[in-house]
């Protein structure tokens, strides 16, 4: 059975510190691992990693893949409160695109 | 412009009842995904269509239905709602059935009593 599993699964810190997150998966045919943000609503894509090793970044946040030790890490530098939200993390697997999502992280920054 | 749509936002009924949720998107994408998220905040695919074409059918109760009427569409309709239906399901498109990157609609909080 396929698992994708995040850690951890909350984290509360203060504006300025650095968090990461993390996301380990045991799937079958591997195809690419994404990175999104729930705040109230909509996940909103964040990123897409299909090669280890190679660094994704956007601003502040960035993301990088390991497919030898099957985990990914999503780092968020000079946090604010508005990057409060749920982070997941999905597994796209197979060839019609399914998706294996983690069950989230929460994380909350605190003013 | 809203990209994915989904209506309602939200809906309450009775155990029993058959409800539809619909969405579109405009974004001229080929393929369409209904999630249920449940209370713990764990988003599950469901249904995939591509061109209105099912392609992913993962393990949910026959009451659960989608229909697409063109790849613009993919609507879902429930028979006999259960308790445990009550969650928020998100309709997401992407370009390709290739194409990992989704775009997710707004959610329809369901919620059944």
């Known amino acids: 059975e396929d698992k994708v599993v995040q850690s951890p699964l909350s984290l509360v810190v203060h504006e300025g510190d650095t968090v990461t997150l993390n996301c380990s998966y045991e799937?079958?045919?591997?195809?690419?691992l994404l990175w999104y943000k729930q705040e109230k609503k909509a996940p909103t894509f964040l990123f897409m990693l299909t090669s280890s090793g190679i660094e994704k970044k956007s601003g502040r946040l960035s993301s990088i893949l390991d497919k030898k030790e099957l985990f990914s890490i999503l780092n968020i530098t000079a946090t604010q409160t508005g990057d409060s939200a749920v982070y997941l993390c999905?597994?796209?697997?197979?060839?019609?695109?399914?998706?294996?999502f983690g069950a989230g992280t929460r994380l909350t920054v605190k003013p | 412009d809203t990209a994915v749509s989904q209506t309602p936002k939200y809906l309450v009924t009775q155990m029993g009842n058959d409800k539809s949720i619909k969405c579109e998107q405009n974004l001229g994408h080929d393929t369409m995904y209904w999630y249920k998220q449940d209370s713990k905040k764990f988003l599950k695919i469901m249904f995939s269509?591509?061109?209105?074409?099912?392609?992913i059918n993962e393990t949910v109760p026959n009451r659960f239905s989608p229909k697409s009427p063109d790849k613009a569409h993919l609507n879902l309709h429930i028979n006999s709602l259960e308790l445990g239906d009550s969650a928020v399901y998100f309709c997401a498109s992407s370009r390709s059935f290739s194409q990992e990157t989704q775009y997710f609609g707004p959610g329809t909080r369901l919620l059944v009593l």
């Open positions: 269509y591509n061109n209105k074409e099912l392609i």
């Open positions: 999905a597994v796209a697997v197979g060839d019609n695109n399914d998706m294996r």
């Open positions: 799937v079958t045919n591997f195809r690419s």
